[in-house]
């Protein structure tokens, strides 16, 4: 029978190679930019603005707003700001450790 193996265990051996540890950190990139891009459109559509109406409110392309929200184009701190903000929220940035929470920047 064969052994099983935790997912820690499979992780620090799939780290243990340079360019597989970069290929793994590259895909967490993406999917992290595409969980972000995807939470915008839903939240611009649940708060019932257009990729118009938005691309006004921020001074951008609508154009541009779609790719945003398609993760076809990179997401900077400053345009995610600005489109929080329009939308009438904030953005707070926090480090994550296993013990505790660090508000960074509000």
Not at 52 to 76: N, P
């Amino acid at each position: 029978m064969p052994s099983t193996k935790n997912f820690s265990t499979l992780r620090d051996e799939a780290r243990q190679s340079p360019e597989r540890a970069r290929r793994i950190d590259e895909a967490k990139q993406r999917a992290v930019g595409e969980i972000v891009s995807y939470r915008l459109a839903e939240l611009r559509k649940a708060l019932g603005v257009t990729q118009v109406e938005l691309a006004e409110m921020i001074g951008k392309s609508q154009s541009a707003i779609s790719q945003i929200e398609q993760g076809e184009i990179g997401l900077s701190l400053d345009v995610l700001r600005s489109i929080v903000h329009q939308l009438g929220g904030e953005v707070e940035i926090a480090a994550v450790f296993d013990d505790r929470r660090v508000l960074i920047d509000t």
